[in-house]
């Protein structure tokens, strides 16, 4: 048999830990045979969201953590001071080989901090962005980064561009995967400072399948793979993406409760309405993943439930088995 | 009787002109008897367009201009070259006051270009953003700057903000609007290196309302009625809520489409969804308008039809009468 993946969960983090994050995780061990984890929190609280699963024991173990960093706290400090925190000790155990992934609802920056000072870079990688899967009209794309790393430099953009093609070639089997940069034009003149300094780096990068600029209008068609921007403009994508479905969402269910006639349909179409949003529901695609570490750090949503915790999970499966840090520090160190 | 409003009409610029662009300004002026319109474009055809309608001939001209500026020439050159364009013709008439504002669905480059190096920036006015109203579930707000202006500066963001300010209070009728910063996090210390040193201008900027950091999943809420930010962050945001939407919307319509029990729900609910969707409809809003300039200018959708051809020439009616540009001149003036 080959050798278990070993995951350190953060008991503790997210607004619906302990008792989703302990039911992600059990769901996860149950679906997956080939995973082993580790619950890092408070022991006894654990213990007890334990109890009300059956599950093999053999491939759980509960790490017992005192600390809690808080949502608010500013992140280096807490990582600096908080050693006995659910975050710091589960980072501790992939930095230390004890643990090849860390799955996380809580505090994001504690995460990105800790990603890059315990677990660490891989040689040559300059920051780690973080990139989430979302949903588009052809499947998914890979967003990157979606917000570690603000006021990137073009060299930057370039190794997101390589290790997102990476990840999308091997996490989700899409060969030679196509790479758009953000831009507000389709024309290699516009955009930016900073996009039109990349974008010749991009298009003479031999590694990578570049297309050239996408603009945001276009990210929902999903015409690119991936999708590379600087973490500010990252970040504005995502939440827009949640955002304007979220509120469009709102206006329609409001809409259907306004005259029986609406009421009526709106009860016929809810099973098939159901159906093909889900697919728009970022909880099914896990958390993301912090790429160019020597470890796999993935960042669930705050709000996360055990679907999302699970999923999160899995993935790690596939990340750790098909080598993915390894595959990334070569694409990187393949730069002139 | 007051002095009508003049408005220059860029009858070739856009997809759909100049078909609907002249049946929109013939619109708009059955509408409103405060408005004169000049349709500027190839005399013969636009003539042969107005024949189909009638109207006020009284306040309405056509001023032969036999040049067009296609979407994708470099408009700094079209704009110097191209003397007898529509674009360049219609500008130079509200530079010599022969019309209050401009309205065009034609080249975006070549309109903001124009309106800089034509009509002019008022004194004291750094950087004339482009700002089009978006909807939210509390209306509207105003999203400033959507494109102008790339890689801005903190004073810029501070002038966006003032002149955001005069236009809610003034042409939307909100009053004390509430002025919040794009950002990807809700506390004063996150954000990037732009955002960070303009939080505090604002923060002590006595003439705005300024209500602090508005993470972008918060902006189709309306949580802020003037929503600030650099350029290409907000293109992203502009881009991002039109295209979310539309391919929302298009998911939802396939799923109708694919079961009995569906499509007849899908009937039931037609004429309620298109009601509430119609707030959605960016076209309801008029085109974006370039604030800061010595006249009036507003930037279209490319694929424009009448109707929003229409509720732009009106929003000139409203921004000229109540002297926008004069109450910007004096909001930016106050600066110390």
Do not use: W
Request: glycine content about 8%.
């Amino acid at each position: 048999m080959a050798e278990l993946v070993r995951v350190a969960v953060d008991a503790m983090g997210g607004d619906n830990a302990p008792g989703e994050v302990v039911k992600g995780a059990v769901e996860a061990l149950n679906e997956s045979d080939r995973l082993k984890i580790f619950l890092v929190g408070k022991e006894q609280i654990v213990k007890e969201e334990l109890s009300k699963y059956t599950y093999d024991t053999n491939r759980l173990e509960v790490v017992n953590a005192t600390e809690e960093i808080e949502m608010a706290e500013p992140p280096v400090m807490a990582i600096r001071t908080k050693k006995d925190s659910s975050i710091v000790k589960a980072m501790f155990m992939v930095k230390h080989k004890e643990a090849d992934a860390y799955v996380s609802a809580g505090s994001t920056g504690a995460t990105l901090v800790g990603g890059q000072v315990i677990v660490g870079r891989l040689k040559g990688v300059e920051r780690a962005p973080l990139a989430p899967l979302i949903p588009t009209e052809n499947g998914v794309s890979l967003l990157i980064d979606c917000g570690a790393n603000v006021d990137a430099r073009p060299s930057h953009l370039v190794q997101f561009a390589k290790m997102g093609s990476v990840y999308m070639e091997h996490v989700c089997g899409i060969p030679n995967p196509k790479v758009g940069i953000v831009n507000i034009g389709a024309e290699e003149e516009k955009g930016n400072a900073l996009v039109k300094e990349t974008f010749p780096l991009l298009k003479n990068c031999p590694e990578i399948n570049f297309i050239g600029s996408v603009e945001a209008r276009d990210i929902p068609l999903g015409v690119a793979d991936v999708i590379v921007c600087e973490a500010f403009t990252g970040n504005v994508i995502l939440k827009m993406y949640e955002g304007v479905a979220k509120t469009l969402l709102k206006v329609v269910k409001k809409g259907l409760m306004s005259n029986l006639r609406a009421k009526i349909g709106g009860l016929l179409i809810k099973p098939t309405l159901k159906n093909v949003l889900k697919d728009y529901d970022t909880e099914q695609y896990g958390g993301a993943p912090m790429l160019g570490l020597s470890g796999l750090v993935v960042k669930t949503h705050g709000s996360a439930k055990a679907v999302e915790v699970k999923n999160s999970i899995l993935q790690c499966v596939t990340f750790t088995e098909q080598n993915i840090a390894e595959k990334i520090q070569k694409a990187i160190s393949s730069e002139a």
